[in-house]
């Protein structure tokens, strides 16, 4: 018998009725054949992929649908610290250990998930999505394939049910729908029909996702790219073109209209995973002033590394020579140790670790063991020296940025840190944005100060750690670089004291 009290937050959500139990097993039917195959077991043809992809969008807007349906308009957070998924419980570790276990598997040990290398066929997982790579481009799936399909089925399937739980909001339910669209058509549907239509002798790699600008897009500028762009013709030049368009004039002129919800919360794909798969870990984000130093230091620390490796190989591609320097290689590790000291003294307190401190100083021990690891054959050759070249530079930063940043710590860490992290601590187009959302933008989250009543709600569900709340007892205006739009703060608050606006901005920064 369920217990009657008289909690707020009731640790008594409720019971699973049978049209959601069947739309669970309907979506589960539809990852079986996932891990059959990843196990080993020969599953194969258009057929099963189409069936599968089928049961999971269909069994995940049955329960969707099922489970909003059944309670009153207006967002229902109940029970999200009770829940051992999204209260960093059993299956929270469980769910975040396995993400990571896969993203470490896609972008370094691909031959585990069934890549055929080397002449060979592909099998297991990758080799059931072979049909359908076989029908875009007439040639075998590679991992990037089979990922980019499973990401747009999660956001497709999981958009459903982020906008019946959001159905009372126009803004939310525009809002997934256009990215639900945009991850379809801008970044899977047309990049893949393009790639298939040249397929040929001679063809290069000239471009993915149409809205995927530099910064985000951090290999854009890199020779080979700018080479495969001017050699495809037509194609090659549009994308030429409309990269340089998107980043230097779209993105700065959109973002002072509308701030960077634009994009972080409408198009992008990282948002878009983040607001439909992410959405029930929001809370988890870490809503602490230590937390947002280590942002603003971390998340324009990429910016500057990427302008700064990018800016490297373009010297190296209008004039043909290298840059680059050698160091020592005892001066490089006593830096090394130097700098992991120096973290040591900056964040320790008389009580120890703050949780943030943590994550990041167990990130800089990482890092430092991964860089050693790959330093160690230039040590086992003898060589005193370890040289830095443009190349170099940008191969690190895809390494550490662009795959174990984007990747393994982005998603994998969902049930962990939150649904942001990567948009929040380490994406340099969020970054780029920020700059003009801070300083040079129409946007802003107004508040009426004399109706709030201090509940919480808007700091507790704010994905990028913003502590909404505050703001909102000064009577201030949110005017963040971190913010990315979502509009959930707004929708949570019970007085309706939030609401996003565009306005003159000389204005924006006058309560502050």
């Given at each position: 018998m369920r217990e009657n009290g008289f909690s707020i937050a009731n640790p008594h959500p409720r019971q699973t009725d049978n049209v959601q139990k069947l739309g669970v097993a309907v979506a589960m039917m539809g990852l079986l054949p996932l891990f059959g195959t990843w196990a080993g077991i020969n599953i194969s043809g258009g057929w099963m992929l189409s069936?599968?992809?089928?049961?999971?969008?269909?069994?995940?807007?049955?329960?969707?649908?099922?489970?909003?349906?059944?309670?009153?308009?207006?967002?229902?957070?109940?029970?999200?610290?009770?829940?051992?998924?999204?209260?960093?419980?059993?299956?929270?570790?469980?769910?975040?250990?396995?993400?990571?276990?896969?993203?470490?598997l896609l972008y370094w040990f691909p031959e585990y998930l069934g890549l055929g290398q080397n002449g060979k066929t592909n099998s297991g997982l990758i080799h059931l999505f072979d049909p359908l790579s076989q029908f875009f481009k007439g040639q075998p799936a590679s991992q990037w394939f089979m990922y980019?399909?499973?990401?747009?089925?999660?956001?497709?399937?999981?958009?459903?049910?982020?906008?019946?739980?959001?159905?009372?909001?126009?803004?939310?339910?525009?809002?997934?729908?256009?990215?639900?669209?945009?991850?379809?058509?801008?970044?899977?549907?047309?990049?893949?029909?393009?790639?298939?239509?040249?397929?040929?002798?001679?063809?290069?790699?000239?471009?993915?996702?149409?809205?995927?600008?530099?910064?985000?897009?951090?290999?854009?500028?890199?020779?080979?790219?700018?080479?495969?762009?001017?050699?495809?013709?037509?194609?090659?030049?549009?994308?030429?073109?409309?990269?340089?368009?998107?980043?230097?004039?779209?993105?700065?002129?959109?973002?002072?209209?509308?701030?960077k919800r634009w994009y972080c919360s409408w198009v992008c794909g990282c948002g878009g995973l983040a607001e439909t798969a992410g959405d029930p870990f929001r809370h988890l984000s870490d809503k602490s002033m230590e937390a947002w130093k280590i942002e603003r230091f971390l998340i324009h620390g990429v910016l500057a590394f990427v302008v700064l490796a990018t800016g490297l190989?373009?010297?190296?591609?209008?004039?043909?020579?290298?840059?680059?320097?050698?160091?020592?290689?005892?001066?490089?590790?006593?830096?090394?140790?130097?700098?992991?000291?120096?973290?040591?003294?900056?964040?320790?307190?008389?009580?120890?670790?703050?949780?943030?401190?943590?994550?990041?100083?167990?990130?800089?021990?990482?890092?430092?063991?991964?860089?050693?690891?790959f330093l160690v054959p230039n040590l086992n050759e003898g060589n005193s020296t370890i040289f830095f070249s443009s190349y170099n530079f940008k191969k690190w930063y895809g390494f550490f940025v662009g795959a174990t940043f984007s990747g393994v710590v982005g998603v994998g860490f969902y049930p962990l840190l939150g649904n942001r992290v990567w948009c929040r601590f380490g994406c340099p187009m969020a970054g780029y944005m920020g700059l003009f959302q801070r300083f040079k933008s129409r946007f802003r989250i107004t508040t009426n100060g004399g109706q709030c009543i201090s509940c919480g709600n808007c700091s507790t569900y704010c994905e990028q750690g913003i502590d909404v709340r505050a703001y909102a007892q000064r009577g201030e205006n949110i005017v963040r670089a971190s913010c990315v739009g979502c509009g959930v703060c707004s929708s949570v608050c019970p007085r309706g004291v939030l609401k996003l606006e565009n306005g003159p901005d000389g204005a924006r920064l006058k309560d502050l």
């Open positions: 069936l599968s992809i089928a049961c999971i969008l269909v069994g995940t807007a049955i329960y969707g649908v099922r489970t909003y349906l059944l309670v009153p308009e207006g967002i229902k957070n109940t029970a999200n610290w009770f829940d051992p998924l999204t209260n960093r419980g059993l299956w929270g570790w469980a769910v975040g250990i396995v993400l990571t276990g896969f993203y470490i980019g399909t499973l990401y747009t089925v999660a956001i497709l399937a999981l958009g459903i049910k982020f906008i019946y739980k959001y159905r009372h909001s126009r803004y939310h339910v525009v809002r997934t729908s256009v990215v639900m669209l945009s991850q379809f058509f801008l970044a899977y549907f047309i990049p893949e029909i393009l790639e298939g239509l040249n397929v040929g002798a001679g063809s290069q790699y000239y471009g993915k996702d149409l809205k995927n600008f530099w910064p985000l897009n951090y290999y854009f500028f890199d020779g080979w790219h700018l080479d495969n762009m001017q050699k495809e013709g037509t194609w090659g030049m549009f994308f030429l073109v409309w990269g340089i368009i998107g980043f230097a004039v779209l993105t700065p002129i959109i973002t002072y209209f509308v701030g190989l373009m010297y190296t591609y209008f004039t043909g020579k290298d840059f680059g320097f050698a160091i020592n290689q005892y001066l490089f590790f006593a830096l090394l140790i130097g700098a992991g000291l120096g973290v040591v003294l900056l964040y320790r307190k008389n009580n120890g670790f703050l949780p943030s401190q943590k994550v990041i100083w167990t990130t800089a021990v990482v890092v430092a063991f991964v860089i050693l690891y």
